[in-house]
């Protein structure tokens, strides 16, 4: 991931200093103008895919940080803030088909590294984490719906406290579900980290 280049220090407070600070031109105006600049730079009209899967290409998942916040401190407290609070951020977490328990296992991984990575304040201000899970699968024998089942205790034990589980499952159809997440707090990061050291 990409924890190597941002430490988390880096992802939580920034040590960027800028010597012209004083002279900044984007600092002499009013903060209200000011924070709509940043508003304008940093968010983006789609959610922020954070899991390998659902990037182009393969990339890596986007623990990298808008360029405006890399210029001085001030700037950086400032994007931040608008960057976490108002970006809608998203996870594919699994899909349970030939390669079911592998594919869940690196996503949540990936989530988690991706929540320690941005630290414990900036973690605090996500109002929008929207995790989706989906069954490539079809469910033609009706034995086979305790995949279903599991899938969603899963999802519980897992990620935290679920602010809505939203979906319809059926035998013969493709299962899809959405979670969102109120905040994302420490218990919700550990939780994690222990169902992963389980099923190792």
Same mark, same amino acid.
């Given at each position: 991931?990409?924890?190597?280049?941002?430490?988390?220090?880096?992802?939580?407070?920034?040590?960027?200093?800028?010597?012209?600070?004083?002279?900044?031109?984007?600092?002499?105006?009013?903060?209200?103008?000011?924070?709509?600049?940043?508003?304008?730079?940093?968010?983006?009209?789609?959610?922020?895919?954070?899991?390998?899967?659902?990037?182009?290409?393969?990339?890596?998942?986007?623990? *990298?940080?808008?360029?405006?916040?890399?210029?001085? !401190?001030?700037?950086? $407290?400032? #994007?931040?803030?608008?960057?976490?609070? @108002?970006?809608?951020?998203?996870?594919?977490?699994?899909?349970?088909?030939?390669?079911?328990?592998?594919?869940?296992?690196?996503?949540?991984?990936?989530?988690?590294?991706?929540?320690?990575?941005?630290?414990?304040?900036?973690?605090?201000?996500?109002?929008?984490?929207?995790?989706?899970?989906?069954?490539?699968?079809?469910?033609?024998?009706?034995?086979?719906?305790?995949? *279903?089942?599991?899938?969603?205790?899963?999802?519980? !034990?897992?990620?935290? $406290?679920? #602010?809505?589980?939203?979906?319809?499952? @059926?035998?013969?159809?493709?299962?899809?579900?959405?979670?969102?997440?109120?905040?994302?707090?420490?218990?919700?990061?550990?939780?994690?980290?222990?169902?992963?050291?389980?099923?190792?």
């Amino acid at each position: 991931m990409a924890e190597d280049r941002h430490t988390r220090a880096d992802n939580e407070g920034g040590s960027t200093k800028c010597p012209n600070e004083a002279k900044c031109r984007l600092l002499a105006l009013p903060a209200e103008l000011r924070l709509q600049i940043y508003e304008y730079a940093v968010l983006k009209s789609r959610p922020v895919i954070i899991t390998r899967r659902e990037t182009k290409a393969g990339r890596k998942a986007q623990l *990298i940080q808008p360029a405006l916040s890399k210029t001085c !401190r001030s700037i950086r $407290e400032d #994007a931040l803030k608008i960057y976490y609070s @108002k970006t809608r951020f998203a996870a594919t977490y699994s899909s349970w088909g030939d390669r079911g328990r592998k594919d869940w296992r690196r996503n949540a991984s990936t989530i988690n590294r991706w929540l320690r990575c941005i630290g414990a304040k900036n973690r605090g201000l996500i109002n929008s984490l929207e995790v989706f899970g989906y069954c490539i699968r079809e469910f033609n024998n009706p034995h086979e719906i305790w995949y *279903i089942a599991a899938h969603r205790k899963l999802m519980h !034990r897992e990620l935290g $406290e679920v #602010a809505q589980l939203g979906g319809e499952f @059926k035998p013969g159809a493709k299962g899809m579900f959405l979670v969102c997440f109120p905040s994302c707090d420490e218990d919700s990061v550990a939780s994690v980290d222990d169902h992963l050291r389980e099923g190792s």
